[in-house]
T-cell receptor, first 113, second 115 residues
Framework: EPEVTQTPSHQVTQMGQEVILRCVPISNHLYFYWYRQILGQKVEFLVSFYNNEISEKSEIFDDQFSVERPDGSNFTLKIRSTKLEDSAMYFC???????????FGDGTRLSIL | AQSVTQPDIHITVSEGASLELRCNYSYGATPYLFWYVQSPGQGLQLLLKYFSGDTLVQGIKGFEAEFKRSQSSFNLRKPSVHWSDAAEYFCAVVWTTDSWGKFQFGAGTQVVVTP
């Protein structure tokens, strides 16, 4: 069964550094999403992306965050200047149709020191 | 305000016993409802979903859920739990007045299965 893959599985970064989290969505999917889960808290929506532009973003997704689909297969989340509170598990998801049956990756655990 | 509530943070159940996980939502709009399961170190796997129609929906791994509009609930059930069902379970909602993809998740229920 096709999977959403995320790399790396664990990223450790110094505060203030830029970090890029990578995702390879399922190949025929057109809609892409990022979520995050701070330890012990809910999974929170960050952003949705379709047709090379952001469809919707949450209030968490401020100017420090950006998303990109640099080629036909990757979907990336960039955090420009990381803060301690950015430490979380970040999940990428993709869906064939809008919102329907989102398939999630295993996540990237981001630790900010 | 829109909200999704999973009242039980943690449930312990014996293998072979039945399981019910509660999910309640609060908002005026019609919800689309989902249950996801997360095993340790894994991503979120969709168990089942409800959009419309029959209010009792069947999912994978022997799970089912029932949508009750009058109670604003979408409880997940399994008649006989297996040790492999130990995981965290998340209820999620998309409001029909929202754009698709903006899932709102509950806080999760951790299920422990004892022998």
């Amino acid at each position: 069964e096709p999977e959403v893959t995320q790399t790396p599985s664990h990223q450790v970064t110094q505060m203030g550094q830029e970090v890029i989290l990578r995702c390879v969505p399922i190949s025929n999917h057109l809609y892409f999403y990022w979520y995050r889960q701070i330890l012990g808290q809910k999974v929170e929506f960050l952003v949705s992306f379709y047709n090379n532009e952001i469809s919707e973003k949450s209030e968490i997704f401020d100017d420090q965050f950006s998303v990109e689909r640099p080629d036909g297969s990757n979907f990336t989340l960039k955090i420009r200047s990381t803060k301690l509170e950015d430490s979380a598990m970040y999940f990428c998801a993709s869906s064939e149709g809008e919102g329907v049956d989102q398939h999630f990756g295993d996540g990237t655990r981001l630790s900010i020191l | 305000a829109q909200s999704v509530t999973q009242p039980d943070i943690h449930i312990t159940v014996s293998e072979g016993a039945s399981l019910e996980l509660r999910c309640n939502y609060s908002y005026g709009a019609t919800p689309y409802l989902f249950w996801y399961v997360q095993s340790p170190g894994q991503g979120l796997q969709l168990l089942l979903k409800y959009f419309s129609g029959d209010t009792l929906v069947q999912g994978i791994k022997g799970f089912e859920a029932e949508f009750k509009r009058s109670q604003s609930s979408f409880n997940l059930r399994k008649p006989s739990v297996h040790w492999s069902d130990a995981a965290e379970y998340f209820c999620a909602v998309v409001w029909t007045t929202d754009s698709w993809g903006k899932f709102q998740f509950g806080a999760g229920t951790q299920v422990v299965v004892t022998p």
